[in-house]
């Protein structure tokens, strides 16, 4: 529709997770909850900084660095341990991936977006069903020629994956070069991750049907405590699917967009990495000059305080070591409050099963809760979270979880 007067756009609706925070902030009741937002907090919920990164930031500082521009594709030396850091330097000595700094992994997922509309020209796209709620937005926005499609994922009878269904429907719908995007781990909403063995199942559909795999990868470290394991899947899909020893009919190409936001704290500093895995033996140059092209024409070039505190975390062993010990704890804390959680709804006989709460990983639990019960939440006890029943862990402390738990049994 073509408007001729700016006065004519309608009002469109904030973004549930923003919209949560700002209600929340209004809020002056001293108990009120946050569990909207996808972010860490402390014991104490409050926001954390990393002690690695607070190191990080010393150093830099002491260094008096200037605030010269990056090249476009980025800080090249943080690129390196960003790409070394999903990939494993063993298998990362490939000259077949091509890294690109983006604006986090919301800049990422738009790159690899607009990249393969423009480039690839898939039909579709498939997102699981639930997803982070942006993956309508950005391939609406940024490929609007390519058709969204959902593939299930959650089955709400045993609150685990659907995978019978997600597998049959990429096997029955999916055409050769359509895209689909998969959660490297802890998915975001549901905290449900696929086997090992689903995985291999799932790479197997990707390879016989030639789909484009776009990996978003916004919790490394958050699943397992370990940032390698949580990388086990994008490791498996290149060595599989895109090394010389595999099979070289696959697919045109993988993405992994990856934010570095969680799991280095660095959330507003908007630092992620976009990687696009191509055939081997393929000349990269042409991919790389075209992903350059999109990086100028909407960022000139990418901002640089992030990649340097990574690049200096990620560059000084002793400094890795303690990063790895951060993402551990921030894992183990949610992990933590899970267990909580789940003892309290128990020991106060909450009507029904809470175990799924203690088994979903990463940052979230995908409550089951109905967007009745939640408004409700809201409304009664001001506790904030999705209508979706998503609820962010780390909100939870030791000082509120009994209220929390309380005021679920007084929805249900
Ligand atoms: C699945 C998923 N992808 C990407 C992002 C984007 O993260 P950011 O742009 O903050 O790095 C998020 C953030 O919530 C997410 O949950």
Same mark, same amino acid.
């Given at each position: 529709m073509a408007f001729t007067n700016l006065g004519d756009l309608p009002v469109l609706p904030q973004p549930e997770s923003f919209a949560l925070t700002a209600a929340y902030n209004e809020d002056t009741f001293p108990n009120k909850v946050n569990l909207g937002q996808g972010v860490y907090r402390d014991n104490n919920c409050q926001p954390w900084v990393l002690p690695s990164i607070r190191e990080a930031e010393q150093t830099l500082h002491n260094q008096q660095v200037n605030h010269e521009y990056l090249p476009i594709a980025g800080h090249a030396q943080f690129l390196t341990k960003a790409r070394d850091l999903l990939f494993s330097p063993a298998i990362a000595s490939q000259d077949n991936i091509t890294s690109i700094q983006a604006v986090a992994g919301t800049g990422a997922n738009h790159l690899a977006a607009i990249f393969c509309a423009r480039n690839l020209r898939p039909k579709n796209v498939f997102i699981s069903d639930p997803t982070w709620d942006n993956h309508h937005l950005?391939?609406?926005?940024?490929?609007?020629?390519?058709?969204?499609?959902?593939?299930?994922?959650?089955?709400?009878?045993?609150?685990?994956?659907?995978?019978?269904?997600?597998?049959?429907?990429?096997?029955?719908?999916?055409?050769?070069?359509?895209?689909?995007?998969?959660?490297?781990?802890?998915?975001?909403?549901?905290?449900?991750?696929?086997?090992?063995?689903q995985w291999k199942k799932i790479a197997d559909a990707v390879r016989r049907k030639k789909l484009i795999v776009i990996f978003d990868c916004a919790y490394q470290g958050f699943a397992s405590g370990a940032a390698d394991a949580d990388a086990w899947a994008i490791r498996y899909f290149y060595t599989t699917l895109f090394t010389e020893s595999s099979s070289s009919t696959g697919p045109a190409?993988?993405?992994?967009?990856?934010?570095?936001?969680?799991?280095?704290? @660095?959330? &507003?500093? /908007?630092?992620?990495?976009?990687? +696009?895995?191509?055939?081997? !033996?393929?000349?990269?140059?042409?991919?790389?000059?075209?992903?350059?092209?999109?990086?100028?024409?909407?960022?000139?070039?990418?901002? @640089?305080? &992030?990649? /340097?505190?990574?690049?200096?975390? +990620?560059?000084?062993?002793? !400094?890795?070591?303690?990063?790895?010990?951060?993402?551990?704890?921030?894992?183990?804390?949610?992990?933590?409050?899970?267990?909580?959680?789940?003892s309290e709804l128990e020991t106060l006989g909450a009507q029904g099963d809470w175990g799924h709460i203690e088994q979903q990983i990463g940052m979230f639990s995908f409550t089951g809760l109905s967007s009745a019960q939640v408004q409700q939440l809201r409304e009664k006890h001001h506790i904030y979270m999705l209508s979706n029943g998503r609820m962010s862990l780390s909100g939870l402390d030791e000082g509120n979880v009994a209220y929390v738990a309380q005021a679920i049994k007084d929805v249900l």
């Open positions: 950005i391939w609406e926005i940024a490929a609007p020629n390519v058709t969204r499609k959902l593939y299930p994922y959650y089955d709400p009878c045993t609150r685990g994956l659907n995978f019978d269904g997600m597998l049959s429907e990429l096997e029955k719908s999916a055409e050769e070069n359509d895209v689909v995007i998969l959660h490297a781990c802890a998915h975001n909403p549901t905290g449900i991750d696929p086997t090992q063995d190409g993988m993405f992994v967009c990856q934010s570095l936001s969680k799991n280095f704290g @660095l959330y &507003g500093e /908007r630092i992620g990495a976009l990687h +696009l895995i191509t055939p081997p !033996l393929l000349p990269t140059q042409g991919a790389k000059a075209h992903l350059v092209r999109l990086v100028r024409a909407e960022i000139s070039c990418p901002s @640089l305080f &992030g990649a /340097r505190l990574v690049h200096t975390v +990620l560059d000084d062993t002793e !400094l890795v070591s303690k990063w790895h010990e951060d993402v551990k704890t921030m894992a183990h804390r949610i992990k933590g409050v899970r267990a909580l959680l789940k």
